[in-house]
T-cell receptor, first 113, second 112 residues
């Protein structure tokens, strides 16, 4: 069984600033993956970044990076140089088991111009 | 052509109606999923199909009936729904079960 917890229902950041979204998880899988998805107001969920649990190096995709703390079961997302287009719901998810991904409740990110 | 296509995008139905949601993926994936997204709640996994066989059914009421005729198509048949079933229904696919998901835009269902 897997659980994913996002403790920040809403976050606000000034354009061009940096923001960190928090996520903690619990899983019984020994080999698993962690994901951050973005859901803009148009609703289609798209993948932001992925982390394989066996990799110690934190994943990075342009302005998006993660801080993966395996022992603490923490997987936060850092967005640098925030842009207006980053405004969306962000969902943390874990996977790797015999079923689909397990998602957190999401964090609504607001970008202040 | 988008990777995962869902139709209809919006659906309003009465509690006695029968309707179906359709999902099609053009990514060559082997697994397909239905998720329910309600306000203030995490995405709820409803059904998982791998190579056209159902591998997961998370205690979903029988008024929701999935169908996967082939690896590219997934349906969700709806009948005698309740107002609390109103939600956004998301279809997704992945290369293998448990892997990275690719989502459709969703079908917004309203039950009157």
């Amino acid at each position: 069984a897997q659980t994913v917890t996002q403790s920040q229902p809403e976050m606000s950041v000034q354009e061009a600033e940096t923001v960190t979204l928090s996520c903690t998880y619990d899983t019984s899988e020994s080999d698993y993956y962690l994901f951050w998805y973005k859901q803009p107001p148009s609703r289609q969920m798209i993948l932001v970044i992925r982390q394989e649990a066996y990799k110690q190096q934190n994943a990075t995709e342009n302005r998006f990076s993660v801080n993966f703390q395996k022992a603490a079961k923490s997987f936060s997302l850092k967005i640098s140089d925030s842009q207006l287009g980053d405004a969306a719901m962000y969902f943390c998810a874990s996977g790797g088991g015999a079923d689909g991904l397990t998602f957190g409740k999401g964090t609504h990110l607001i970008i202040q111009p | 052509e988008t990777g995962v296509t869902q139709t209809p995008r919006h659906l309003v139905m009465g509690m006695t109606n029968k309707k179906s949601l359709k999902c099609e993926q053009h990514l060559g994936h082997n697994a397909m999923y239905w998720y329910k997204q309600s306000a203030k709640k995490p995405l709820e996994l409803m059904f998982v199909y791998s190579l056209e066989e159902r591998v997961e059914n998370n205690s979903v009421p029988s008024r929701f009936s999935p169908e996967c005729p082939n690896s590219s198509h997934l349906f969700l048949h709806l009948h005698t729904l309740q107002p609390e079933d109103s939600a956004l229904y998301l279809c997704a696919s992945s290369y293998r079960v448990g892997g990275e998901l690719f989502f459709g835009e969703g079908s917004r269902l309203t039950v009157l």
